[in-house]
């Protein structure tokens, strides 16, 4: 309406929304530079992931079942 009249009309941002807009610009930039995993690489680390916890869990268990045996027999529970 204020355009055919010949008006410029502009609508400036308060501060934080300017802030939180030029916030949200930089991000995107740095999210364009990220150098995402493929998916073959991807699979290799979730394996590895999953192959380290496993063993990882295992030793854990391992020393409970040490330290409740050992626990048993310092105090005769057999």
């Known amino acids: 309406m204020f355009a055919a009249m010949g008006v410029k ?7 934080f929304m300017r802030n939180a ?3 949200l610009y930089g991000v995107m930039q740095e999210v364009r530079k ?10 290799k ?4 992931v ?3 916890s496993a063993i990882i869990t295992g030793y854990i268990y391992g ?6 045996r050992t626990q ?6 057999n």
């Open 9 to 15: 009309v502009s609508f400036a941002l308060p501060g």
């Open 21 to 23: 807009k030029e916030y």
């Open 34 to 43: 990220i150098e995402w995993v493929n998916r073959k690489d991807l699979i």
């Open 45 to 48: 680390y979730v394996i590895a």
């Open 50 to 52: 999953v192959i380290i």
């Open 63 to 68: 020393l409970d079942v040490l330290f409740r």
């Open 72 to 77: 048993q027999l310092l105090v005769g529970l």
